[in-house]
């Protein structure tokens, strides 16, 4: 009998709804209830006791919650991993891209420093610097150990610790500037602000502050931290064009960095925040709050003891006051003008030792500044020049102008204007070279040259006169009548041939000084008749180093040979010194020297000139405006007189005494009937004869001969 016999007869087909739910899905597999599972052999044992529906519900419920939990972390993480892969992907090419707009790295070198030109005076002190930086390169061995420090404590105090970018310290500023409510710290390393001043721009970009980042990288591979601080301080910018911890110690403090205190190394390294702002020149209480922060930050990092702080504390940097209308800048001027003549293009910081004599500098500085301010209101005369030469053409002082921080025109140099009688000597330089002598008559007279009347400035005529009557007294009708005789156009070559280059117009009113010509072109020119009758040229340089030590050019000792004869000479000399002992100069004469001089004054008194010389120095001085206007009566005679006078006086204090080379000329006596020379237009005298070229006998002085003229003609 088969099962379905034994079972009735009765089949009974399998429930797959039922079973599916008895079933349980447990750990993600289906397994059957325990009643459901088929017992095999025997009595079929008691199954395990069932729990209710409801508690097998909460119980998936449950896991199926916690299985939510799991996934929705996991989902949470995975992302997150997936965007911080792409971040740092997409960083990485914003990097690249960067980097990319940057030289190649094994190209990049750090770009040379704009050359520094220091400009020294003849005793070697510092006139001025020269160059875009405004001073020289400093190594970091030259400057006292506390400058350098006071950078690092102020602006990157972490600077010997970090890879050129700092995680510490930006995050430090960060928190500082959200906790006190303001940017008042950066994140900038010392390198990254290298890295900015060398290669890029000082615009606020993330471009650049990633560029910076870069760099700063590269630099600190390629240098070592010192090199680096050095790079720093000699480019940094602090301020009044001052480039470099040199240029700024010279320009507040007149002093180089080698030499500054704790206090002025302090304001020096608060500068950089903000130069501008808190230049101690424009903004002296912000300028010290500054440097009191960097004193307390140096103290409290142990880069300098509490008592030097204290110190410093209580004796803040000053920045003293510029006196003066800087004066020397006009001279400095003149040697950039001159110095590619000499050593072609600047490589490098070079030195240029001048001739300027720093005492006579300032003391025709203040001679003329100080005349002006007295008298050129009352007079209209707004400026001056001055310029002054040793006999051999060094330039010991060059005054340009009155005021160079208010205008940088180098009168002495550059401003042409009208000699006036001041270039009449070398009509009768011209006039002796033909023959005559100071003891030659001409007349002086009405004269009228092709509608041209010159008068003299006192509206009178003294009749029959010698040349050295003539000269002293700057007669212009005798003159007139010289370069007529000499021709205009051997003026201008008696004129160029002692040294004056501007363009002369050869005719007769040249003889009173119609061309226009410079200071520095004059005091040259004079400067033959005070050096024995050698050509000059005038120089400035005397020799040019690199910092190294090397020379670039030396002057040598130049002979132009002689462009006045010895004889002749004597003759010029003679009528220059009576100019200063009866003539227009004879006020400003400087006791116990042989001094000889000319005025010149120009029509409408447009221009006044005072030209003089010693056996020792030579100096011009021009006084007028710059738009050429009148002044009210000012003769060479009157204040440039009176200004060369008091610096030549001041100039030769404690020197002693020298004759003028080529001595002075003296004629021989004559009889009272002896007239000399034949007077133009005067028959002459059978006996008449000029006298004998190179006769030194005794000749009254010039007050005497002028009343021995008046009596002889009634003059």
Do not use: C
């Amino acid at each position: 009998m088969n099962d379905r016999s034994r079972r009735g007869g009765e089949r009974r087909e399998p429930s797959f709804e039922r079973a599916r739910d008895d079933y349980e899905r447990d750990d993600g597999y289906l397994r059957l209830s325990a009643e459901d599972r088929p017992y095999r052999g025997g009595r079929n044992p008691v199954a395990p006791r069932q729990q209710p529906r409801r508690q097998q519900n909460e119980r998936g419920k449950g896991r199926k919650q916690r299985r939510r939990r799991g996934s929705f972390l996991g989902r949470i993480f995975y992302w997150g991993v997936v965007l911080g892969l792409w971040a740092v992907l997409g960083l990485g090419g914003v990097i690249a891209y960067h980097a990319a707009q940057l030289p190649p790295i094994d190209q990049l070198t750090v770009p040379k420093r704009p050359p520094n030109i220091a400009i020294l005076a003849a005793d070697g002190t510092l006139l001025a610097n020269r160059g875009e930086t405004g001073g020289r390169t400093i190594t970091i061995g030259e400057v006292p150990p506390y400058l350098p420090k006071a950078f690092v404590a102020i602006e990157d105090r972490r600077f010997y610790e970090h890879f050129g970018i700092d995680p510490i310290g930006l995050t430090r500023a960060v928190v500082n500037n959200l906790t006190r409510r303001g940017g008042v710290q950066g994140g900038s390393t010392l390198t990254q602000q290298l890295a900015k001043n060398l290669f890029l721009t000082q615009e606020r970009t993330a471009a650049r502050k990633i560029q910076e980042a870069i760099l700063s990288l590269w630099l600190e591979r390629t240098y070592t931290k010192d090199q680096i601080l050095e790079l720093y301080l000699n480019r940094v910018y602090f301020g009044s064009g001052a480039y470099g911890v040199e240029a700024a110690a010279q320009r507040y403090f007149n002093k180089s960095a080698r030499s500054v205190s704790v206090a002025e190394a302090a304001m020096l390294a608060g500068l950089v925040q903000a130069p501008s702002r808190l230049a101690p020149n424009r903004n002296p209480e912000a300028a010290e709050k500054r440097a009191q922060l960097v004193i307390s930050a140096m103290a409290e990092q142990g880069l300098i003891s509490q008592a030097t702080a204290k110190t410093a504390l209580g004796a803040p940097a000053e920045v003293p006051e510029r006196v003066g209308a800087g004066s020397v800048n006009y001279a400095a001027d003149y040697v950039m003008d001159v110095l590619d003549d000499f050593i072609g293009a600047i490589e490098g910081d070079v030195t240029v030792l001048t001739t300027v004599d720093t005492r006579l500098q300032s003391s025709a500085e203040t001679i003329l500044v100080e005349a002006l301010a007295a008298q050129g209101g009352k007079l209209n005369a707004s400026q001056g020049a001055v310029v002054s030469l040793a006999p051999d053409g060094a330039i010991r002082a060059l005054i340009g102008g009155r005021d160079y921080t208010k205008s940088q025109f180098n009168r002495a140099t550059a401003a042409h204007r009208q000699p006036g009688s001041s270039f009449k000597p070398f009509v009768y330089l011209t006039a002796i070279e033909k023959g005559m002598t100071p003891d030659t008559i001409r007349d002086d007279s009405p004269v009228s040259i092709k509608g041209w009347e010159p008068e003299n400035f006192s509206r009178s005529f003294r009749g029959p006169v010698t040349l050295q009557t003539a000269f002293a007294h700057s007669l212009n009708t005798v003159v007139a009548r010289l370069i007529q005789e000499v021709t205009p156009r051997e003026v201008v070559r008696t004129a160029q041939r002692l040294g004056i280059n501007s363009s002369l117009q050869a005719n007769p009113s040249l003889s009173l000084g119609t061309s226009e010509v410079t200071p520095l072109e004059m005091s040259a020119a004079y400067a033959s008749f005070a050096n024995g009758g050698q050509s000059v040229l005038p120089y400035v340089i005397r020799e040019v180093k690199s910092t190294s030590g090397k020379v670039i050019y030396a002057r040598k000792a130049n002979n132009f040979g002689p462009v006045i004869q010895p004889q002749t000479l004597a003759m010029m000399n003679s009528m220059f010194h009576a100019v200063m002992t009866g003539g227009t100069g004879s006020k400003v004469s400087i006791p116990g020297w042989e001094v000889g001089g000319k005025s010149g004054t120009t029509q409408d008194y447009r221009d006044a000139w005072f030209v003089g010389f010693t056996g020792r120095l030579v100096t011009a001085v021009w006084v007028g405006n710059d738009d050429n206007s009148a002044m009210k009566r000012v003769t060479g005679s009157g204040l440039p007189a009176e200004i060369w006078g008091k610096y030549m006086k001041a100039a030769h204090v404690g020197q002693q005494p020298v004759p003028l080379p080529g001595g002075l000329w003296q004629s021989a006596p004559k009889s009272i009937f002896d007239t000399g020379e034949p007077v133009a237009g005067v028959a002459a005298s059978p006996r008449t004869q000029p006298a004998a070229s190179g006769d030194r006998a005794w000749t009254p002085p010039p007050a005497q001969e002028k009343n021995f003229f008046e009596r002889l003609f009634g003059g």
